[in-house]
């Protein structure tokens, strides 16, 4: 096993648990090494300190144990195992909610991995060249993962993994088949497009944040920006609200939308849907036409060197609901962008709430669920900001 060897002093945060090794901290040559091979980190005086995957790049080593321990089959049968009764005791694998996520990288100590569950599908991604050569080990452990029910493991990492890696990875089973598309969360139905849709299919994030919202929906008018596969519409109809209308940029969304309103309600015909920009859709609203906004757009920010434009972007957003929100209205507002830390888009927001002279005050602060869990020595797991405001 190849070994990198830290300079002096680097090894500071690696002995705090962080599990990244960058590019800068090393100082031994890694010419013989292959991306995905597993490393041990060694000191500059030769003390061990664990064992991860190596790749190109300014994160070069994951950490994947902080010991001596193998990586073979049992390590990951160990991991997912431990992930597994976590999920259990958060009780999320229920007859009414099969649907979560199983394995949340760094914060289930797998960096570089993603694994959702949708019924009796695993629908699995890498984000680095170590798992994408581990994905048959772990795929096999799913399966045979007692009380996890999982028949079929869907890979999908075409978009996630590293593209300077050359890997060419393709979608596709690696075990098992198409047996149903058709998961529930929380006793309602939804259409998962794990074969074309964005991430996994499914934003099992905001699981918790939609029934926050269910619970606030009643006879309430509701408008759901970004709604890719409307799942705050699904609540927000569940929860009473009068009517909902969902927007997205995309047609193919909004079709999903419809399909998911329709599984779950026999007659929702105070639903609407429209297929239109965001931004468009909010200047051409007319004040107080809804008391009730969600704004989950897609990431603003992919990298710190957009985050300045991000945040104008947050801001005008904010702006334009905040201006249109009827008076009494609910704005549930979020950022995905994980370069965006929770100070930042609460500063955006408060700086749309001055600009548009309305009374707002701060509800809730939401944030990703339990089975998102971030590592404490990992803090940058956390990715997931929302606000609940009550606009005067």
Known sequence: MEKIILKRGKEESLDRFHPWVFSGAISSP?????????????????????????????????????????????????????ALGLRKVLGLARPDNNAYRLVHGEGDFMPGLIVDIYGDTAVMQAHSPGMHFSRDIIARQLVSLPGLGVS????????TLPYKAELDPHNDYIIGGFSTNVAVENGLKFHIDWLKGQ??????????????????????????????????????????????????????????????????????????????????????????????IILDPPAFAKHRGAIRNALRGYQRLNYAALKKIARGGI??????????????????????????????????QLTQPADHPVN????????????VLYVE
Do not use: W
């Open 30 to 82: 890694t010419d013989a090494i292959e991306e995905g091979d597993v490393v041990e980190v060694v000191t500059s005086d030769g003390r061990l300190i664990g064992r991860g995957h190596y790749q190109i790049g300014s994160i070069m080593v994951r950490m994947l144990t902080f010991d001596d321990a193998p990586i073979d089959d049992e390590f990951f049968a160990s991991r997912l195992r431990q």
């Open 152 to 159: 079929n493991v869907y890979y999908k990492s075409e978009t």
């Open 199 to 292: 991430k996994t299919g499914f934003f099992v994030d905001q699981r918790d944040n939609r029934q926050l919202l269910r619970s606030l929906s009643h006879g309430r008018n509701v408008l759901n920006m970004f709604c890719y596969t409307g799942g705050f519409s699904v609540y927000a109809l569940a929860g009473g609200a009068r009517a909902v209308t969902s927007v997205d940029s995309s047609a193919k969304a909004i079709q999903l939308t419809q399909a998911n309103i329709d599984i779950n309600f026999d007659d929702a015909s105070h639903h609407r849907a429209v297929a239109e920009d965001a931004f468009k859709y909010l200047d051409a609203m007319e004040p107080g036409a809804h008391d009730l």
């Open 331 to 364: 704005l549930f507002t979020f950022s995905c962008s994980q370069a965006i830390s929770r100070e930042q888009f609460r500063l955006a927001v408060f700086s749309a709430a001055a600009q548009s002279r309305r009374k707002v005050r701060i509800l809730h």
């Open 376 to 387: 404490i020595y990992h803090p940058e797991g956390e990715y997931l900001k929302g606000l």
